[in-house]
């Protein structure tokens, strides 16, 4: 058996395994864990699965999951964690249409169009990067506070919409299209 149809079956075990005990909705596990590796030996052998976004673990040991509460000092899966991977299919949609409409208001926004060749500029992969520069969210944060302190309208106008005047907030928002503005400009080059 390959090592992808390896994986492929222990995701199929861990998602039986955390809708079984925990009511985690399968989907959610194959949207966020990521498989880690395996731990022990023998009948002591686990593989390890981890979250890709807060590296909470669980542990799937034959057909039995354990979340890892704790994984080294950092307490993990809380119980607002543990509603998100319950979510209900129809939730999990409506958050993905909500981002998507986040995205595409951000992309069409006077402030996105005004700084999108600024921001463009801080990815690598950019034909426009500048060496040495700070990575796209520092650059897109230094931005928001600069703006801020001079009373942008076209901040304040965004900063209204987006429901927020937190600028690491309002950062995350505005590089969110500068994934897919990259991808147009590396496929037209």
Not at 26 to 33: C, F, K, L, N
Not at 101 to 111: C, G, H, K
Not at 137 to 149: Q, Y
Request: net charge negative; with cysteine; glycine share 4%.
């Amino acid at each position: 058996m390959s090592a992808a149809a390896k994986t492929n079956e222990l995701f199929d075990l861990l998602r039986a395994a955390c809708a079984r005990q925990f009511r985690f909705n399968p989907r959610r596990i194959t949207a966020s864990m990521r498989y880690v590796g395996k731990e022990g030996h023998g009948k002591d052998l686990v593989h390890v699965f981890r979250d890709a976004g807060t590296h909470s673990q669980v542990v799937l040991q034959g057909t039995f999951a354990t979340l890892r509460i704790t994984h080294g000092d950092k307490p993990h899966w809380s119980e607002a964690e543990q509603e998100h991977y319950r979510e209900s299919d129809a939730e999990m949609d409506a958050k993905i249409a909500a981002k998507q409409a986040e995205v595409e208001f951000t992309r069409r926004s006077p402030l996105y169009l005004t700084h999108r060749a600024e921001l463009l500029t801080h990815y690598k992969n950019s034909p426009t990067y500048v060496v040495g520069s700070p990575n796209p969210r520092e650059a897109a944060k230094a931005l928001i506070e600069a703006l801020a302190a001079a009373n942008d309208a076209q901040l304040a106008d965004f900063a209204e919409h987006m429901k927020s005047n937190d600028a690491e907030h309002l950062a995350q928002l505005l590089v969110a299209p500068c994934h897919f503005d990259l991808e147009e400009l590396l496929v037209s080059n």
